[in-house]
């Protein structure tokens, strides 16, 4: 039974840093694109970002030069560092593991609260 689990989410000052962790288990596969996602109350769930298996990248550009992916294929864990927090960024994140095969296969995770506020 595949299983993501995300940590790091909390409450953090404008300004501040977080970041996020989330760790995929059960999985047979190589995994494809490794993501985050995030939904804020009373929004569509939106991209954040995301990463490719052959060191591909990509951003919404409302977090470009403040967070950075990451990706550790030996342990199936995607990250998420998070500078320059502003609240607009307060929402529950989501981690989002792809397959390679059967392809288009995905998992999310359960999703971890970020809350950026003074």
């Known amino acids: 039974q595949v299983q993501l689990v995300e940590s790091g989410g909390g409450l953090v000052q404008p300004g501040g840093s977080l970041r996020l962790s989330c760790a995929a288990s059960?999985?047979?596969?190589?995994?494809?694109?490794m993501g985050w996602y995030r939904q804020a109350p009373g929004k569509q769930r939106e991209l954040v970002a995301t990463?490719?298996?052959?060191?591909?990248?990509d951003y919404a550009d409302s977090v470009k030069a403040r967070f950075t992916i990451s990706r550790d294929d030996a342990k199936n864990t995607v990250y998420l560092q998070m500078n320059s927090l502003k609240p607009d960024d307060t929402a529950v994140y989501y981690c989002?593991?792809?397959?390679?095969?059967?392809?288009?296969?995905?998992?999310w995770g359960q999703g971890t609260q970020v809350t950026v506020s003074s």
């Open positions: 059960g999985i047979t596969s190589s995994i494809n694109v």
């Open positions: 989002n593991v792809e397959l390679v095969w059967p392809p288009g296969r995905a998992y």
């Open positions: 990463s490719g298996r052959r060191g591909s990248t």
